[in-house]
């Protein structure tokens, strides 16, 4: 079980800035409150502030200098890039060239970059799981710009983290157009009677602020740089989630489970991408940090 005591650092260490692109997003404004702490300063930028996909956005960073730049930016519209050009192209910039820009001006100035993945990096039919470092192959656009990211981080080098997550969850994403969490959904739904669930697709819920947690011990426990599965302990597919929503909300609407096929969705999805952290202490359970959040919300 990770250790959910803040770490601290004497008073005389220098205050190191952290730059955190993507602010006002889920995960964030996580990271903004994770790092509000005596010894760093923050800067957040969201796309008010900084358009991450524009040419000149190495050299805003650059003149900033940052010790650790932590890129929460991304493109999540899964099925309008399976099925629009100009929705692709948006995908690929953001998920694959921004964080290859943030890498090489990272490495320009010696900062620790963070940039984040997805489970959908993989094609979902290894039943065991996940490791850091098993191939990805994905099934889908957004799959494949996010393992293409991956990829322009690793060839930059440098001090780098890539965190793979899941099923984000958490406080709402403050940014324009935001997609709702699946646990935000159900949240609405309690007090109908009846609620088709999809009964397949087994995956590894993560809770926002236990993910900021992950990424600063990563940098302050100095891991050895590379790719890390930052997500809660334990797995479970849509229905079984749903059920543990209810369960805690101490609420029963009546679920049926259904195929995935009875929602047809552009953009094939794993059937299985449960991710398993071999290289740090793992998280919490994600009943846990569901139980967390659901206790904020009330």
């Not at 899964?78 to 690929?92: G, L, N, Q, R, S």
């Not at 969490?181 to 087994?202: A, C, L, Q, T, Y």
């Not at 940098?219 to 369960?247: L, R």
């Amino acid at each position: 079980m990770m250790n959910t005591k803040k770490l601290s650092k004497p008073a005389e260490t220098p205050l190191k800035k952290v730059l955190i692109l993507g602010c006002q997003g889920t995960l964030g404004q996580a990271l903004v409150a994770e790092f509000n702490l005596p010894e760093y300063i923050v800067v957040g930028w969201d796309r008010n502030e900084a358009d991450v996909t524009s040419a000149q956005i190495g050299r805003r960073v650059i003149a900033q200098k940052p010790d650790i730049i932590i890129n929460a930016t991304g493109y999540n519209a899964v099925d309008k890039a399976e099925t629009d050009e100009a929705e692709k192209a948006k995908c690929f910039q953001l998920n694959s060239f921004t964080p290859g820009k943030l890498a090489k001006a990272s490495k320009e100035i010696g900062a620790i970059f963070v940039n984040y993945s997805s489970d959908y990096v993989f094609r979902g039919d290894k039943i065991e799981g996940y490791a850091e470092n098993d191939r990805p192959d994905p099934i889908s656009v957004y799959g494949q710009s996010k393992w293409e990211g991956e990829k322009f981080v690793a060839v930059v080098g440098g001090k780098y983290y890539v965190i793979r997550p899941s099923r984000l969850f958490g406080p709402s994403d403050k940014t324009a157009n935001a997609k709702k969490s699946f646990v935000d959904i159900m949240v609405e739904k309690k007090n109908d009677g009846k609620i088709k669930v999809v009964n397949e697709e087994e995956g590894c819920p993560t809770y926002s602020l236990d993910l900021a947690y992950f990424t600063r011990l990563l940098v302050e426990q100095k891991k050895p740089y590379g790719i890390y599965h930052g997500v809660n302990s334990g797995s479970c597919n849509w229905y079984g989630w749903a059920g543990e929503i209810f369960k805690i909300l101490n609420k029963q609407p009546k679920l049926i489970p259904v195929l995935a096929s009875e929602f047809p969705r552009a953009a094939k999805r794993p059937l299985y991408s449960v991710l398993l952290n071999t290289k740090t202490e793992p998280m919490r359970s994600w009943q846990e940090a569901l139980v967390a959040y659901l206790s904020s919300l009330a």
